[in-house]
Structure formats: C-alpha cells, structure tokens
C-alpha cells in the first residue's frame, strides 16, 4: 500500500525538500545528483510492476527445481532470472526512458553546462532570435540516437518468452 501510495505523489511536489537534501549532500551540479532522485522515484513503479509479473509465475516452477535439487539460490539464478527477464527489459525501458527525457529535475539539480544532460539542449535550441533548424535537427538526432541504441539491445529480452509452455 505505501508502494501505491508513493505513486500518487507527483514528482513536482517533493522537489523543494529533495534539492534541499541534495544541497545538504553536496550532490548538486554532479551526476549522482541526477541519478539519486530519478531511482528513488521510478523505484515505487519497478517494484509494483515486478513483483505483479513474479506473482504470476507458477508454483510448480519451484516445485520442479526443488524436486531436481536446486537451492535457493539455484532455483533464483537458474530458473526465476531468466523467467523475468521480459519484466525487466520492460521496467529498464520505462525507467530509461523517463529518466532521459526528464527534463524538469535537469534543469533543477544541474547549473553546470558540463553536467546537464543532452535533454536540455533541446530546450535551449530556440531563442527569442529564432530557431537554427539544421542546430535544432542535430540536437533531435543526437537525442533520439541513444534511445534507439537503448531498445535495439533490449529487443532480445521482449522476444523471449515469459512462463508460456514451460509447465504442463
């Protein structure tokens, strides 16, 4: 339920205390900066989604490797992991995707041009000058690269099947 809870809370009402926090750890205009805050928040919504995905994984998977000899850990590596591996090339797709496009704590915890991720650039593309399209198609294209990247590696875990005719 508090998992539930911490989902209803938008991003933009804990930033006061959360940059607080960050000034109190030093961890302004740093990349743990950025990546502390993006974790704690996307934490509450990986969590939901795997452990919903877990629970439905048959009980006679266990069953079965215990019946074969297999510890704890065993059964965990050898069985459960690669069981889940669609679950969490979908979460590290969600994640990864609003974690690199967020661009409101970007702007927040980074002053430092050095820093600042890529998603900022967009932004500051446009002036009150106008817009240098052939500036503003590099920015796009070096924004979108990493996202293709990102899901031509994560293609694999969706392709493979979840439980589907592992039990009879």
């Known amino acids: 339920m508090a998992l539930i809870a911490s989902l209803l809370i938008p991003s933009f009402a804990t930033i006061v205390p959360v940059y607080r926090m960050m000034i109190d750890l030093g961890l302004v205009n740093t990349y ?10 996307n934490l509450p919504f990986a969590i939901l989604v795997i452990s919903g995905y877990m629970a439905t994984i048959p ?23 690669p069981v889940s591996l669609p679950v969490f090339g979908t979460v590290a797709t969600f994640v990864f995707l609003w974690s690199y496009n967020d661009l409101f704590s970007s702007l927040i915890f980074v002053e430092h041009e050095s820093v600042r991720p890529i998603v900022v650039l967009l932004s500051q593309v446009s002036s009150q000058y106008g817009t240098d399209y052939g500036l503003m198609t590099a920015a796009i294209t070096m924004t979108v690269v990493p996202i293709v990247i990102f899901y031509l590696f994560a293609q694999k875990t969706f392709e493979k099947g979840a439980t589907s005719g592992s039990v009879k």
């Open 32 to 41: 743990l900066g950025l990546i502390i805050p993006q974790t704690a928040g």
């Open 59 to 81: 009980r006679e998977l266990e069953e079965a490797s215990v019946i074969d000899g297999c510890n704890r850990w065993t059964m965990f590596f050898k069985i459960f992991l």
